[in-house]
Structure formats: C-alpha cells, structure tokens
C-alpha cells in the first residue's frame, strides 16, 4: 500500500508540476476573440478613409502581413502600382485583366494568375500561389472590403487610386442574403485617446508628455514633427518609416487589426495634436 | 526466469524489435508517400468535388447560431466533449498498440523457442483487455456527448461519412472477435499450426484496429483540412476524397508511432509498479525484464516521434500557411515552450533509466565515466529546445531587455536552432543506449580499435554536420530557407543511429560475455522514472491534441462550418493544461483500475469447507 500511495503521489505531483508550469511559468496570452464584421457607413466615408479600412483590412481580417512581411514569405507589395503594369505583360501571367485594378482584384481571387518567381507553392514550379483566394475560406472578404484593400495598395505603393467606394458594405451581401447574425456584434469604440494609449500600452516604449518608456521615439511633440498620414502609417505600419536611431521590427504589427477606423483616427489627431 | 539470457537471444530480441519497428514505420511511411506530394492530385479531386457539388443532392454546411447549440445542465459542452474526446483517445492509443509490439514479441518468442517471450507477451495483452472495454465505453460516450452537445454538427459529419461509419462499428465487432479469441485462445493455440494460427489472428487484430484508427482519424483531419466539398460545404458524393483529404496520412503516422511509444511506457508504468511491489527475487528480476523491454519499445517509437511530429507540422503548413503560422508562430508558440519541457523530460527519464540499468551488467562500469557527459549534452540541448524566441513582458521587464528579444538567447529560440537540439538529443540518447548495449559485452574481432574509431568518427561528423547546418541555415541564410537544414538534419541522424548500430552488430559479433546480467538489480528510483515516463507521455498527448483541435480556431470545418457556440473562443493555455491535467488524473484513476483488475484476475482463493466435498 506504501508504495502504492508513492507512486500516486508521485504522478499527481508530476502532473501538478506541468500544470504549474503552464499556468504560472509562461505568459497567459488571451487569444483574440473570433473575428466579427463590422458595419461601416460608407456613404459618408471619403478616399482616404476607405484607403484607412483597406490598410486596416490588408494588416487584420485579411491577414495579409502575415505573409507579406519583410521575413520574405511573399513578395512586399510596397511597388505593387508599378510592377503590375509590367505583369500585365509577362508570358507567365495567365489572367484576363487589363488594367492594374482589375490585376489586383484577380491577385486577391484567383492568386495563381501570376505567381512571382520563387513565391510558388513547393512543387509546382511557380505555377500555383501558396496564397488563398481571400474572398473564401476563413478570410472571406467581401466584394466593398476587396475593393478598400484594392484602394489600399493602389494608394500605398503610389499608383493612381482609380477604385470607386462601393455603397453596400455590411448591409446586404450579394443575392440579398442577410449578414450573419453571428457576425455582427461590434464592440463599442474607444474615444479617449489616453484610454486607447493605456489598452495598448504605447507609453510602454514611447514617451508621451514626459511619461513612458525610451525604446521607440518620443513622441511628446510628434504633433511639430510628423503629419497625419505619416502618423497613421507609422501605426498601421511601423516598419514603413524607421525614426533616426531606432532599430526596425521594434514596434507590433497588427494594430489595424486590433484599432476601429474612428479609433486610428481619434489616436492620429491626438498625436498630430502633441506640440 | 531470472536465468541467464543467452547472447544470441538478446540480439536477436533487440534487433528484431529494432528492425520490425523501423519496418513497420517504414511500410507506413511508403504507404503515406503515395499521397506524400500530391498537392495537386487532392486540388483536382477538390475540383472534381465542386464540379460533382451542382448537382449533389447534399446540402451545404449549416450556417449556426449560439441558439443551435443545446445547454443542458449546465455541463460546459466543449470540455464535456473535450474530456471523453481525451479519454477516449488515451485509451485508444493503448489497446491499439499493444497488440502491435505482442505481435512482435510473440513472434520473437516463437522464433527463439524462448517461452518467456510468449508469457511476456500473454501479460502484456492481459493488460489491454480490460483497457479494451473502457475504450469502447468512452468511444460511447464522446459520441453521445457530440449528439447531444453538437447535433449540427455531428449530422453535417455524418452526412458525409456515414459510409465510413458504418464500416467502423462492422469493425469494431470485427475487432473485438479478433481480440478475444487471440486473448482467450493463448494457451489453446500453442504449438506448431496452432502457434502460427494464434500469430495469423495477431495479425488480423492489428489490420482491423490499425484500419479503425485510420477511419477515425479521416473524420478529425476533415475537419482540419476538409476535402471532397465545394467552398459551402456542399458533399459532392465522393467519400475516398473525403477521407483521402490532405492532412489524412500525416495525422496517420504520427498516431502510429506515438501510439507505439505510449503503449510501450504504460506497459512500462505496469511493469514498474510490479516491481516495486514484488515480494520475490524471481519476481522482481521478471518485472525488471518486462520493463526493460517495456521502455525498450517506448525508446524505439520515441526517436523517429519528433520526426513524424515535424512533418505533420510541415504539411499543415503545407495544407495552409495562415494555419501553419498560427501554429508555430502565433497564439499557440507558447505551447511548444511547455512541449519542450514535456519531450526534455520523456528524453531524460528515458535515458535515466537506462543508465541505472546498467548497473545489471559487472562490465558497465567501463562506461558510467561517459554518462555525466551525455547527461550535460541532453539538459544543454533540452534548455535549447525551451528557449523561446519572443518574450511576453511587462513595460518594466520590456524596458530593462531593451526589446521583446533577449541579446543572447534569442537567437536560440528559432526553429532551426530547436531542430538541432532534438536532433543531437537523439544522437545522444542512442550513444546511451549503444553504452547499455555494449556494458555486458566484450568484443573479440580482430579490429576492434578501427571499429571504435570509426564509431567515434561517424558519431563526430554526424553531430558536426547537424550543428553546421542548423547554424548556417538558422543565421546566415534568410527566413525562408532557415527550415531547409531540417531533412539533412533528419537524415544525418538516421544515418548515425543506423550506421552505428549496424556497425556494433558487426564489433561484437561472436564477442564474450562479460558475466550473467543480474536482472532485478537496479534500483527502486529507476522505476519512478518509468512513471514519470508513462505521466509525461499521457499529459504531453494530452497538450498536443488541444493544438491540433485548437489550431482549428472558431470553425468546426475549417473555412466550411463556423463555430458559433459561445466556447468557440481559444482557450488560454493554462485553461487547456488545467482540462488536460484533470483528464490525465481520471484516466490514472482508470488506469490503476485496469491493472488491479489485472492482478486480480489471477488471484484465487480456496474458502475451506464453503463447498460441497
């Protein structure tokens, strides 16, 4: 029976050790909840801010840094407005668009239209992308949010933004089908900008009026210094801009993805604000 | 029993387990490789799929609420699903390989004429009958509890495969009439064309249970990477291609070979707390052997395991690169920091455990020198292994760091650098089993020193290859080709265990006996570390089938059928370890009750004068 109760307690005290451990020895990260559509009033929305949705598009729902990063997974669309063009008339490009929207529209439905050389999938000599058609599967773009990411890359690698916003967005899908119910529960936005600095711990690296961290700039008269876009693509994308100094791959992405439209901007007039 | 084992008996034992394990690995392997490539092949059955979906009389995948989701006496669905799903899987893997290495042994036995193969192998069974019954039991119960917790969708999976699933509990009677006649019919079958038709019915069991598996797993990985619907879930008819989907056969031979490795560590655990509770010298010396072998078994599947794991991890990665990121990259990185302590620790207690049987053998202490060396190579390469890459801080550790990587560790964390500490844990644990082989031995070939040096020569490269290309590929080469040091890797490995082994085949071919080996000498904390084995195998399974269900997110079918409960959230990790830890506690519990019903079995009592003379 003693030995019997050794080797319970032993095994119970195994068993507790790797519970401990992974209860109190790693960091308890909260996975973000799944992800819910929002509703957006496009009807009052201007260029730059249906540009802003697809940036927030192209870094959240749409996962697209999640490849296409400077790690190398995918090619970086920084040129994309330029390279289309030539594209259009590689022998390898096996689409029917003619102009570069339509070349970007078919790159995010039908991926494999023209894969860059060395981006292909394993095996298949480049003919077939790794990439999913993003208007299915867990990504499921619709048509208004493509078109907003679109914008997004037309604008971002300076090429002419020639998409028109789409009046439909979040309120009927094609065919008349309602929006799932499921995912159509927004939480509420964020309107203090010291609350959202506080959710996001920016003070953890930046000083701001005195107060916070040195690892990335101070950003305690940002306002004299930058304007508003630089400031919105320094948060959608810190990489884009490195300050004089710092070392890049300091900052988080994913911002957009965790950010409302009217939050980036709340944060962007605050700190264009601070003089 | 505790009588001397002869050489050839014990080489033939080792290499035959050896070589029949590898072979089946390798036959499973050969057989996944028909599917290995064929991306292609899968994209055109989707497509196939969707072309045959206009006209399919199938509906597509439901679209939920929370509302479609009964509450029923406030049971939390998911962990109720989770904990049978667990349980069930825990004793599954058991029953399932156990017949595997009794076939072997029995065929060992019956190839050496040595009848302690055979009553070891008649225990070993004794052990999975009960355990069979609960398997089934809990087979039983997680399929209620996916009726009742998710009727949508266990009736969109059963819509597609329920074909599958009408072959599987024809199966199952199937397997069951296998089993029992194999188990009652043991002693009956015994000699010449009896012998080798009890060996036929092994085989029988093994096909039917290995083909039960295979179905169950097609059912889990379609939902992991459905094929055979179109993108609305719409079934185009075609089951092969169900089944057949991408991630089928990497989930397949990961199963097989871990399942060896569990199987062979609980039997261990049986074997471990016999021991300590044996009251004779015989008996001990008995109980020793089995979980000598037990562990044997255990070691054997263990070191092709993080292999199998690799590729599965590849082919996910393979299937999705958005799931394979989320996978090593993601939320779920964390979970391989806790893996790695749980694999440190299966390496360590296995290797500790040899080390203390060496003490079995007078000639071992040739050797024990070199032990505190291995031990130092395998806690460097564990801490290795346990390092992570990005560290979650707070502002004031954030700032003190000067980033969320550490100047000198963080290199440490990436991948390739993890591959080459598995892999130089690997190499060592079969130098300390080389070491365990060769302590009773004394070689007597002519070129006994060129053996050695070159053992030490292939040892050397092997070990120097594998640290070059995990540094050059890990840190002078970019991002995507920092995982091509991994088959190399891989190959060197195989190479040297192979190489070695075969080449002290050769050293101590006809070689001395250095004295009998005292079987039940070695002491009581050695068999702790077969427990410890046994715990860490069961929570470690236990951990990894969260990920695998986890990296799933909110979909049922993932892209197909949305998870829309209110628990289609991920959970923290601590969350699944404390589920997984209070899963692990109930099956000890019913673990104990399997081998006390064991013991009991063979216990008799004589109640004087109760009967009628």
């Known amino acids: 029976m003693r030995q019997f109760l050794s080797v319970i307690v032993f095994s119970l005290l195994t068993i507790g050790f790797f519970a401990g451990y992974s209860n109190f020895g790693i960091p308890q990260i909260e996975p973000a909840p799944p992800p819910k559509e929002e509703k957006l009033d496009l009807g009052s929305m201007t260029m730059d801010q249906f540009i802003a949705v697809g940036e927030k598009l192209f870094s959240g729902k749409g996962t697209c840094t999640l490849c296409h990063n400077n790690l190398g997974r995918a090619p970086l669309l920084d040129t994309i407005g330029e390279v289309a063009q030539q594209r259009l008339k590689d022998p390898r490009y096996k689409g029917e668009a003619t102009n570069i929207e339509e070349y970007l529209i078919e790159s995010l439905v039908k991926p494999s239209a023209f894969v860059v050389a060395g981006f292909g999938k394993k095996g298949t000599n480049d003919a077939e992308s790794p990439m999913p058609d993003v208007s299915g599967g867990s990504i499921r773009l619709d048509e208004a949010e493509i078109t907003a990411v679109v914008a997004y890359l037309q604008d971002s690698s300076g090429a002419e933004v020639t998409v028109e916003i789409p009046k439909d967005l979040g309120k009927k899908k094609e065919g008349g089908e309602e929006a799932d119910v499921a995912e159509a529960e927004p939480r509420e936005a964020i309107s203090d900008p010291e609350k959202l600095i506080a959710m996001f711990t920016c003070d953890a690296c930046h000083m701001i009026n005195g107060v916070g961290g040195e690892i990335g700039p101070d950003l305690s008269k940002i306002g004299a210094l930058r304007n508003r876009d630089y400031l919105r693509r320094s948060i959608l994308d810190p990489n884009a801009d490195i300050a004089e100094g710092f070392e890049p791959d300091q900052m988080p992405e994913g911002m957009g993805e965790q950010l409302y439209v009217s939050e980036l901007e709340v944060l962007v007039s605050f700190l264009a604000g601070l003089k | 029993m505790n009588g001397p084992r002869s050489r050839k008996t014990g080489r033939t034992v080792k290499t035959g387990l050896l070589l029949v394990t590898f072979g089946f690995v390798v036959a499973l392997v050969a057989f996944a490789l028909s599917g290995f490539d064929q991306l292609g092949a899968i994209a055109a059955e989707q497509e196939v799929a969707a072309d045959a979906a206009a006209a399919s009389p199938y509906g597509p995948a439901p679209k939920l609420t929370a509302a479609d989701y009964p509450s029923i006496a406030g049971i939390n669905s998911r962990v109720a699903v989770w904990i049978f799903a667990q349980l069930h899987l825990w004793f599954a893997a058991f029953v399932l390989a156990v017949p595997i290495f009794v076939f072997i042994i029995e065929a060992i036995g019956m190839r050496t004429r040595d009848k ?289 990587y550490h100047k000198y560790l963080g290199p440490l964390g990436i991948m390739p650098a993890k591959n080459t500490a598995v892999n130089v844990m690997i190499i060592f644990t079969a130098l300390s089993f080389m070491f365990y082989r060769r302590a009773n031995k004394i070689a007597t070939v002519s070129w006994v020193n060129a053996g050695n040096a070159i053992q030490v020569a292939l040892y050397t490269a092997g070990i120097a290859n594998i640290l070059f290309l995990g540094i050059y590929h890990g840190y002078f080469t970019n991002t995507v080709y920092k995982v091509a040091a991994s088959i190399p890797q891989v190959l060197t490995t195989l190479i040297v265990i192979v190489g070695s082994i075969t080449l002290d085949s050769f050293i101590y071919r006809g070689g001395k006996q250095v004295g009998p080996l005292h079987w039940g000498r070695i002491p009581g904390r050695a068999q702790y570390a077969l427990f410890l084995l046994a715990v860490s195998f069961t929570w470690l399974m236990g951990l990894m089938g969260y990920i695998r269900s986890g990296i799933r997110q909110h979909w049922h079918v993932v892209d197909i059928m949305r998870d829309a409960s209110p628990d289609a959230f991920t959970p923290t990790l601590g969350y699944a370890a404390n589920v997984v830890s209070v899963a692990a506690i109930i099956f000890m519990a019913m673990v104990i009750f399997v081998f006390w019903i064991a013991q009991v079995s063979g216990n008799k009592t004589l109640p004087a004068g109760y009967w009628k003379e």
């Open chain 2, 116 to 404: 302690r193969y055979d009553d070891m192998a008649y225990e070993f069974i004794k052990v999975s009958i009960t355990a069979y019954s609960l398997t089934a039991v809990l087979g039983g119960a997680l399929l209620f509890s996916l009726i009742l917790f998710y009727p949508h969708l266990f009736t969109y999976l059963s819509t597609i495969f329920k074909e599958s699933m009408i072959y599987y509990a024809l199966l199952f009677f199937a397997e069951s009439a296998a089993l029992y006649i194999y188990y009652y019919g043991w002693h009956w079958l015994q000699g010449g064309f009896k012998k080798w038709v009890h060996l036929t019915l092994g085989l029988v069991l093994n096909a039917v249970g290995t083909t039960l598996m295979l179905l169950a797993n097609s059912w889990l990985t379609f939902m992991m990477s459905p094929a055979g619907v179109d993108a609305a879930g719409v079934f185009s008819g075609d089951a092969w291609a169900a089944i057949h989907n991408f991630l089928w056969n990497p989930i397949n031979i990961h199963r097989f070979v871990a399942n060896i490795a569990y199987g062979g560590s609980i039997v261990g655990a049986y074997a471990a707390f016999k021991f300590l509770t044996a009251t004779t010298k015989q008996e001990r010396a008995h109980y020793d052997w089995m979980g000598y072998n037990a562990n044997f078994i255990a070691i054997c599947a263990l070191l092709p395991l993080p292999f199998a794991g690799y590729y599965l991890a590849a082919e996910i990665y393979a299937y999705s690169q958005q799931m394979g990121i989320t996978l090593m990259g993601g939320i779920f990185a964390w979970l391989f920091i806790i893996q790695a302590v749980l694999i440190g620790t299966l390496f360590l207690s296995a290797n500790y455990y040899l080390w203390c049987g060496m003490g079995r053998s007078d000639g071992a202490k040739r050797y024990t020198k070199y032990i505190k060396y291995i031990a130092i190579v395998l806690v460097g390469a564990f801490l290795v292994w346990f390092t992570p890459h990005t560290l979650v801080l707070t502002n004031e550790e954030l700032k003190a760091l000067g980033g969320p």
